[in-house]
């Protein structure tokens, strides 16, 4: 009668424990519980008796009937998973009970399921997988209510917060948790990280379906929920191994897919930004007179105008720090580019030919001193390439030091031209 007296002293130890809280008591009633045989390890005689031992308890509709070991080890398997369903709470202190705590819902779990009539033949996994979701989502839960209580007093979006909070949550389950619950299931940390990411994108989705711009929000949230994806992908790999972290990532984890939807966002912003620059470029051409800032710098105003506002643009670009790939920076600078082409255009467009402002050369002839004069004579009265009072204001505006103020500042927009180029090539290159 080995297995009588050893669940009765099992209960009777969990029974003082859950009183008195001494975890020496624990540790014992683990040491009895370990003791009790399996069914197959039984003595014909022992299981017979076992068999013939029945209770019975009152339920809502009624009573159930239940055998020797259901009636003493389903209340502590009942008791530790009630400790376990929300272990966040319970152990928010420290997990040093929670080993213990799960040995006895195991144990008793083992001896549980070879009963006749168990209505639950879970495996060792799904007891843990239930405890770890269980408890997950109540904190979860109460992370949610933190978040939205603190909402008024920052300027944060709560999506960010809780992505934040949720890889802290991430992080302490990690290191704290998870090593104890990895003994009864491997992947443990897997699914508590898969299990988190599926909570926090089911927050997420209704404001990834509606976010059309490149918003405030969106530069808030976008960081943060990418940073905890890439946490959770980190972690799954680290549980499964890199062999079979691809497998279980297509199974278990549905990506965000961040990058693409902030990509078509930061593209938009793009193109609106280039729109801007070169109506800037256009209004500073327009307004531009062609002489030198100062004595050192010997370009035009309009190139300095142009520079400060891609500057400001750029350093816009490089402050969103949303998921984007190179494409979009290759994009940026590819009408950085264009802007600069334009704004050289307009430059030199603005020249006239040099053969309006230098008389053509006369013809060559032989030399005879009355066809000389008279060459030289009807030349200067007949030419027609002399200016006239229609290209006087173009002429004078265009006088050498104007010219070499234009010469100067294409020089300047030129090398703005051909560093554009090359940050491009390296990008290029560095996306191979």
């Not at 007891?127 to 269980?134: K, L, R």
Request: with cysteine.
């Amino acid at each position: 009668m080995c297995n009588l007296r050893l669940t009765t002293i099992s209960s009777a130890l969990s029974i003082q424990f859950v009183v008195t809280g001494e975890s020496e008591i624990l540790k014992y009633a683990i040491g009895q519980l370990k003791k009790i045989p399996l069914k197959e390890q039984r003595g014909p005689q022992e299981r017979l008796h076992l068999k013939s031992l029945r209770s019975k308890v009152e339920i809502d509709d009624g009573f159930q009937e239940l055998t020797f070991l259901q009636s003493l080890l389903s209340p502590i398997q009942g008791w530790a998973d009630k400790q376990l369903g929300d272990y966040h709470l319970q152990f928010a202190e420290g997990a040093s009970a929670l080993q213990d705590i799960l040995t006895v819902a195991m144990s008793a779990r083992r001896l549980l399921v070879e009963e006749p009539d168990q209505m639950t033949q879970s495996t060792e996994k799904d007891q843990v997988e239930s405890y770890i979701s269980s408890s997950l989502k109540s904190e979860f839960s109460r992370i949610i209510l933190d978040v939205e209580s603190k909402a008024a007093g920052t300027h944060e979006h709560p999506l960010a917060s809780l992505a934040m909070e949720t890889q802290k949550l991430l992080r302490k389950d990690s290191s704290l948790f998870m090593p104890i619950l990895s003994q009864w299931y491997p992947r443990a940390t897997a699914f508590a990280a898969s299990l988190l990411h599926k909570v926090y994108g089911n927050k997420l989705k209704p404001f990834l379906d509606g976010v059309e711009h490149l918003t405030e929000d969106a530069v808030s949230v976008f960081p943060a929920a990418e940073s905890l994806e890439q946490y959770v992908i980190t972690l799954v790999i680290s549980s499964c191994g890199e062999e079979t972290a691809d497998a279980y990532l297509r199974g278990k984890v549905t990506l965000y897919q961040l990058e693409t939807m902030s990509g078509t966002l930061v593209l938009r912003w793009v193109n609106s930004q280039l729109g801007r620059i070169l109506s800037w470029v256009e209004r500073a051409i327009q307004q531009e007179a062609w002489n030198p800032i100062s004595a050192q710098q010997r370009h035009g105003s309009s190139i300095v105008e142009v520079y400060r506002i891609v500057e400001e643009t750029v350093d816009q670009f490089f402050a969103l720090k949303v998921p984007m790939r190179s494409g979009e920076l290759s994009s940026l600078l590819n009408g950085i580019d264009n802007a600069f082409q334009v704004y050289t255009n307009h430059v030199v467009d603005k020249l006239v030919s040099k053969e309006d402002l230098i008389p053509p050369v006369p013809i060559l002839t032989r030399y005879k001193k009355e066809s000389g004069i008279k060459a030289f004579v009807k030349k200067e009265s007949v030419d027609p390439r002399l200016p006239d009072e229609r290209r006087s204001s173009q002429i004078n505006d265009l006088t050498t030091p104007k010219l070499c103020v234009r010469l100067n500042t294409l020089f300047v927009s030129l090398a703005s031209s051909m560093l554009s180029s090359y940050t491009r090539n390296y990008l290029f290159i560095n996306d191979k």
